[in-house]
T-cell receptor, first 112, second 113 residues
Framework: GAGVSQSPSNKVTEKGKDVELRCDPI?????LYWYRQSLGQGLEFLIY????????KSGLPSDRFSAERTGGSVSTLTIQRTQQEDSAVYLC??????????FGSGTRLTVV | GESVGLHLPTLSVQEGDNSIINCAYS??????FIWYKQESGKGPQFIID?????DKRQGQRVTVLLNKTVKHLSLQIAATQPGDSAVYFC????????????FGQGTILTVHP
């Protein structure tokens, strides 16, 4: 597609459940990033993938968070045993160079 | 005007005025600085970037100024329009390869017709 696609756009889940968030990057973009944005806040880096290199997981807040990128394309961010503090908008971005990130519209996660 | 504290800084302007949005950064090793615009319900959208070896760069209706001495970045929007109303974030990029952006807090710009 022409842009970065994220699904679902909204997700409401019960505390303690696992959730999976999906990101379809722009075709040909070798780098893929996940960020988290809490209400009224800036973006917090979570993880990024670059080509076949090991992902940089330094921003993941706990071991309940994990992500994978299959075939150098689609990525899934998984949150296990969700907590209320996990409620946020999860944004995915992809890029073909160091600077020009294209963001998706995000998945709004609400943990009740 | 602007507010500080627990809330995002805000800037209100009249349509047609020029807007200046400011950002302080922390890491003198950052080599790229980028401005993003985020409208409600959307992801951030790239506006303009500047390398650390420059002090000014102009785009269409926007100018970014970089003052490395005081670690300050600003975005100037000329002839501000209601469609410019959004949250504006500065971001810095470090390292010589692909890396992760570090975002500032954001500023809410409201343009009144």
């Amino acid at each position: 597609g022409a842009g970065v696609s994220q699904s679902p756009s909204n997700k409401v889940t019960e505390k303690g459940k696992d959730v999976e968030l999906r990101c379809d990057p722009i075709s040909g973009h070798t780098a893929l990033y996940w960020y988290r944005q809490s209400l009224g806040q800036g973006l917090e880096f979570l993880i990024y993938f670059q080509g076949n290199s090991a992902p940089d997981k330094s921003g993941l807040p706990s071991d309940r968070f994990s992500a994978e990128r299959t075939g150098g394309s689609v990525s899934t961010l998984t949150i296990q045993r969700t907590q209320q503090e996990d409620s946020a908008v999860y944004l995915c971005a992809s890029s073909s160079d160091r600077v020009s990130y294209t963001f998706g519209s995000g998945t709004r996660l609400t943990v009740v | 005007g602007e507010s500080v504290g627990l809330h995002l800084p805000t800037l209100s302007v009249q349509e047609g005025d020029n807007s200046i949005i400011n950002c302080a950064y922390s890491n003198s090793a950052s080599d790229y600085f980028i401005w993003y615009k985020q409208e409600s319900g959307k992801g951030p959208q790239f506006i303009i970037d500047i390398r650390s070896n420059m002090d000014k760069r102009q785009g269409q209706r926007v100018t970014v100024l970089l003052n490395k001495t005081v670690k300050h970045l600003s975005l100037q929007i000329a002839a501000t329009q209601p469609g410019d109303s959004a949250v504006y974030f500065c971001a810095e990029l470090r390292g010589t390869s692909y890396g992760k952006l570090t975002f500032g807090q954001g500023t809410i710009l409201t343009v009144h017709p």
